[in-house]
């Protein structure tokens, strides 16, 4: 599945964007999608991930309260919602794809690595 995140831009502290991250080769239907995100010069980290059937969602702290993803299987994207946005969101935001196979748990899509398959990414800007 080829993955295309979109959206990004400058905002500043306090406001809003929505991501999309569209995939295409694939239905996403099947796929739990998470977001990351990695500032410079440091190390890329989890946002925050939704099952198939958007049946449940799970976040990082740091963005907990604020950002809220969604699917739309038939458009085959999935959005992040941000708002409140602060300068330490400043990253570079990606997404991925996994599939959800026995033995998975959440854990298993906190990293990046145990995807199966990813996108370019969207650069996120707040200034202060």
């Known amino acids: 599945v080829q993955l295309q995140a979109s959206g990004g831009g400058l905002v500043q502290t306090g406001g809003s964007l929505r991501l999309s991250c569209r995939a295409s080769?694939?239905?996403?239907?099947?796929?739990?999608m998470g977001w990351f995100r990695q500032s410079l010069g440091k190390e890329r980290e989890f946002v925050g991930a939704?099952?198939?059937?958007?049946?449940?969602?799970n976040y990082a702290d740091s963005v907990k309260g604020r950002f809220t993803i969604s699917r739309d299987d038939a458009r085959n994207t999935v959005y992040l919602q941000m708002t409140s946005l602060k300068p330490e969101d400043t990253a570079v935001y990606s997404c991925a794809a996994g599939l959800w196979r026995y033995g998975s748990s959440w854990n298993t899509f906190f990293e990046y690595e145990n995807y199966d398959g990813w996108g370019q990414g969207t650069q996120v800007t707040v200034s202060s």
């Open positions: 080769g694939r239905t996403i239907s099947s796929y739990t």
């Open positions: 939704i099952r198939t059937s958007a049946s449940s969602t």
